[in-house]
Antibody, heavy 121, light 110 residues
Framework: EVQLVESGGGLVQPGSSLRLSCAASGFTFIDYAMHWVRQAPGKGLEWVSGISWRSDIIVYADSLKGRVTISRDNAKNSLYLQIDSLRAEDTASYFC??????????????WGHGTLVTVSS | QSALTQPASVSGSPGQSITISCIGTSNDIGAFNFVSWFQQHPGKAPKLIIYDVTNRPLGVSNRFSGSKSGNTASLTISGLQAEDDSYYFCTSYTVAYTHVFGGGTKLTVL
């Protein structure tokens, strides 16, 4: 069974940085692209970033480009998202997602339960 | 990366069929057959119900079906059941190698 467990969320000050982690299990992590998607309270879903199985394709949403960095450690079956210069509008649940294949174009196959990031002073 | 356009709400009675539209552009829905649909109950993670326009993952009821015409994708739910009362989102891959979501549609089963 695919399991994706996010961590690293919490209450943070505006302007600070945060690193989210996603521990993956139940599948061959190295074979699949991974993504981060966020959802602000009461709002719809927003795709944040994606990374291919070999990290040779890395893409970001225009709204966050320059402030976020996605990475993965295939030896540790882990996905990461670094967010810098956090703003109130970054307050959201951040979901880790397994894609349906190794390229970032594949559909969002399995979702974690999310980790909540709250940006407030 | 503008969001795809979905109706805010739709409703139907048990046993009926409903269709939810997802309107995009030639840069996303119209460019590829990479449209997906998700069901999300309150407080839960989204669940994939349709991928690549028409495909259903294992375990998803055949009451759910997807289609596409030009820049518009559609999700049809037939034989509505109370458990279908939920939020539904569409998403598409884009020519910019990104993904874009619809704003979501609340389905109410009357």
């Amino acid at each position: 069974e695919v399991q994706l467990v996010e961590s690293g969320g919490g209450l943070v000050q505006p302007g600070s940085s945060l690193r989210l982690s996603c521990a993956a299990s139940g599948f061959t992590f190295i074979d699949y692209a991974m993504h981060w998607v966020r959802q602000a309270p009461g709002k719809g879903l927003e795709w944040v970033s994606g990374i291919s199985w070999r990290s040779d394709i890395i893409v970001y949403a225009d709204s966050l480009k320059g402030r976020v960095t996605i990475s993965r450690d295939n030896a540790k079956n882990s996905l990461y998202l670094q967010i810098d210069s956090l703003r109130a509008e970054d307050t959201a649940s951040y979901f880790c997602i397994k894609a349906g294949g190794g390229h970032t174009r594949y559909f969002f196959d399995s979702w974690g339960h999310g980790t909540l990031v709250t940006v407030s002073s | 990366q503008s969001a795809l356009t979905q109706p805010a709400s739709v409703s139907g009675s048990p046993g009926q069929s409903i269709t939810i539209s997802c309107i995009g552009t030639s840069n996303d829905i119209g460019a590829f057959n990479f449209v997906s649909w998700f069901q999300q109950h309150p407080g839960k993670a989204p669940k994939l119900i349709i991928y690549d326009v028409t495909n259903r993952p294992l375990g998803v009821s055949n009451r759910f079906s997807g289609s596409k015409s030009g820049n518009t994708a559609s999700l049809t739910i037939s034989g509505l059941q109370a458990e279908d009362d939920s939020y539904y989102f569409c998403t598409s891959y884009t020519v910019a190698y990104t993904h874009v979501f619809g704003g979501g549609t609340k389905l109410t089963v009357l």
